[in-house]
């Protein structure tokens, strides 16, 4: 890319300087892509990936303020800021020295007014990003669909209660997928934005469940047919825009995905965000989609909890990015999926230099938890711990409970023979004196 044609101009690749200063925030310090850990290079164990509609779409508007961010990269007709927007993003990911990015089909090209004019525009514009991505090697973590901005998707996308909003929605569908196999993307995200409801009395949410699980097994089949080699992934959240959406957490859309016969198909990408939106610690869906092999994917970001909506903060506290790569190191990573930065600089961050300042800090912040989380596994002494607290289940009776041999009948008799169990401490704050030495 010709001097001219910088977007960032007199910002170079991002350097690792570990002993850099407080006051250095355009380095990294703690994220060095190359250094090993327990057999991988850090950059295989955080798979970085830049969001395309936060970092390069957004505008710093809310609902109650107008505009603040003002980019190069947005002037123009729809299809010539796109074309900006795409070199601009390539320029920002060789320069952070990142391997990934994703994105919604209309934050790549711009809607027209047909679905056929929205496929030309799409064409034209994921062929510059492929150019892109095989000049600089930066590759597609994951593609989804926009089915929950336009008008059309007001009462939802799958959901709807009009088969032909669903049929559109199934023919955008079907022209993400195909543009994900052109760009080589190893995940495609489905989220439900309008699938739920605002009131129950004009709901009925049985048919919307069912009509739903067919949409997801029509892609399915679509996705076998054309032999495109991705995992599949649903990003639960509670609430927003939706008074009640069908995904509300990690839980309910394992037990939809079950209860559908959905589950070897789909695994689960999980924001933090919408974790505590739900009324869930930060890593509280992390984990629990891991402990039922369902983790596929991360979107890195945080929120305020204490104002009850969807920030889309750069995640910068240690503690949680922390435990976040002890349940990812412990599944032994997360790819094809990884850790994607779902975020924004706020409103009033309006500088290009901003940009680079969260991604990098957030980034840092990752690496930070990486190198805690593998501190805490190698010396093995909180999950010494946890498994002394579970050793009654590692022989006898206990054995069988966890084999799934015993009967009720066995625990009757256990029962008689030893009387009242004897209570241990569950030592709650020795735990967490002990995963502070960490931080």
Known sequence: ????????????????????????VMCFKHYNAEEVFMGKTMG???RFSVCYWHSFCGTGADPFGFQTLHRPWNEGTPMEAAKKRVRAAFEFFTKLGVKYYTFHDRDMAPEGSTLEESNRNLDEITDVALQLQNQTGVGVLWVTCNLFAHSRYMNGAATNPDCHVLAYAGAQVKKGLDIAKKLGAQNFVFWGGREGFHSILNSDVGAELKHMANFFKMAVQYKE??????????EPKPKEPCKHQYDYDAMSVIAFLKHYDLEKHFKLNIEPNHTT????SYEHDI????????????????GSP???????????DIRNTTLVMKTIIE??????G???????????????VDLFIAHIGAMDAFARGLRNAVRIIQDGLLSGLVKERYSSYSHGLGQRVDDGSATLEDLEAYIKQNGEPKVTSGKQEKYETIFNHYI
Not at 225 to 234: A, D, R, T, V
């Open 44 to 46: 295989d164990w955080l």
């Open 331 to 336: 599944q032994g990573g997360i790819q094809p």
């Open 1 to 24: 890319m010709s001097a001219q044609e910088e977007f960032f101009a007199g910002i170079s690749k991002i350097p690792y300087v570990p002993n850099a200063g407080p006051a250095d």
């Open 306 to 316: 204490d104002l009850g909506w969807d920030t889309d903060q750069f995640p910068m």
């Open 225 to 234: 047919k054309i032999g495109l080699n991705c995992q599949f992934l649903i």
């Open 338 to 352: 990884g850790l994607n930065f779902d975020a924004k600089v706020r409103r009033e961050s309006t500088d290009l």
């Open 277 to 280: 939106l739900a009324g869930h």
């Open 287 to 302: 984990v629990m989609a891991s402990s039922f092999g369902m983790l596929g994917s991360v979107d890195s970001n945080t």
